[in-house]
């Protein structure tokens, strides 16, 4: 069974950061593609970042730029999302995906995770 879990998201004061861990199991995604998207309430799920499958490549929102690294470890499976200078508007359930497949303003993905709530005061 494959799965990708999330973790790592709470509540911070804007200025914070945070590192999000995404941890793939039942199948290698060493050779793909993953990304991270969020959600915030009322509005439709929206493309972060993503990092191709050596992690010399690596693309963001307009939003998150400067602020979010999006990283890699193969061998942990593991896809990370460091983010720093957090404000407000970041406030969303944040979900990985893997791998990522067709255009990138309209990304699909095979797998999603369960997401993780990034709360975000002022």
């Known amino acids: 069974q494959v799965q990708l879990v999330e973790s790592g998201g709470g509540l911070v004061q804007a200025g914070g950061s945070l590192r999000l861990s995404c941890a793939a199991s039942?199948?290698?995604?060493?050779?793909?593609?993953m990304g991270w998207f969020r959600q915030a309430p009322g509005k439709e799920r929206e493309f972060v970042a993503e990092i191709n499958w050596s992690g010399a490549t690596t693309y963001y929102a307009d939003p998150v730029k400067g602020r979010f690294t999006i990283s890699r470890d193969n061998h942990k499976n593991t896809v990370y999302l460091q983010m720093n200078s957090l404000k407000p508007e970041d406030t969303a359930v944040y979900y990985c995906?893997?791998?990522?497949?067709?255009?990138?303003?309209?990304?699909?993905?095979?797998?999603w995770g369960q997401g993780t709530q990034v709360t975000v005061s002022s």
């Open positions: 995906g893997a791998p990522l497949r067709g255009p990138r303003g309209n990304y699909a993905a095979d797998y």
């Open positions: 039942g199948r290698t995604f060493s050779s793909y593609t």
